[in-house]
T-cell receptor, first 115, second 111 residues
Framework: NAGVTQTPKFQVLKTGQSMTLQCAQDMNHEYMSWYRQDPGMGLRLIHYSVGAGITDQGEVPNGYNVSRSTTEDFPLRLLSAAPSQTSVYFC??????????????FGSGTRLTVV | SQQGEEDPQALSIQEGENATMNCSYKTSINNLQWYRQNSGRGLVHLILIRSNEREKHSGRLRVTLDTSKKSSSLLITASRAADTASYFCATQNSGNTPLVFGKGTRLSVIA
């Protein structure tokens, strides 16, 4: 049981490049989300999904796209990387989006540097 | 925007002592959760307390919730060096809304 798997673990991009951060979970969780973590800022929500085919924006969605074609996968796309997107990105999933009181399972993170 | 705010921002204690971290939040919640993050790792769920609960225990962890004061505390008893980590509180307002995290408390336990 792998839990939440994020790839890659590290990435360096040049300004203007695009890339996709991968997130996969094998727990049949309905709910998946992406957060970014910056020093002194805690975790901020980028996008989230309550089920396959359904996505919504979080607190800081600009510059990012998501899709949820399957229950298992929730990729995060950076359209045109900017230095302000240098951060550590975490994917998290949870059992149910409509029944509360379940904790999140986090991936190990992707450390992204944009130069 | 941050819902929960942890206090203190950093805490340093000796092994064997108790560590107390506090979390205050602004709006009504369905539940409040605590997470631990070791350096360079993802967050790990520790404990969840519902809005109608006042206290919950899990091993050496004790969480209290005071909805009238919109605050929670996490107590780690008999701390160990392995407890050194950042601790985050997170709140969920209703069934299908995302968790909102605070900025965390950095705990250092000195052997």
């Amino acid at each position: 049981n792998a839990g939440v798997t994020q790839t890659p673990k590290f990435q360096v991009l040049k300004t203007g490049q695009s890339m996709t951060l991968q997130c996969a979970q094998d727990m049949n969780h309905e709910y998946m989300s992406w957060y970014r973590q910056d020093p002194g800022m805690g975790l901020r929500l980028i996008h989230y999904s309550v089920g396959a085919g359904i996505t919504d924006q979080g607190e800081v969605p600009n510059g990012y796209n998501v899709s949820r074609s399957t229950t298992e996968d929730f990729p995060l796309r950076l359209l045109s990387a900017a230095p302000s997107q240098t951060s550590v990105y975490f994917c998290a999933s949870s059992y149910s989006s409509v029944r509360p009181n379940y904790g999140y399972t986090f991936g190990s993170g992707t450390r992204l540097t944009v130069v | 925007s941050q819902q929960g705010e942890e206090d203190p921002q950093a805490l340093s204690i000796q092994e064997g002592e108790n560590a107390t971290m506090n979390c205050s939040y602004k709006t009504s919640i369905n539940n409040l959760q605590w997470y631990r993050q070791n350096s360079g790792r993802g967050l790990v769920h520790l404990i969840l307390i519902r809005s109608n609960e006042r206290e919950k225990h899990s091993g050496r962890l004790r969480v209290t919730l005071d909805t009238s004061k919109k605050s929670s505390s996490l107590l780690i008893t008999a701390s160990r060096a392995a407890d050194t980590a950042s601790y985050f509180c997170a709140t969920q307002n209703s069934g299908n809304t995302p968790l909102v995290f605070g900025k965390g408390t950095r705990l250092s336990v000195i052997a």
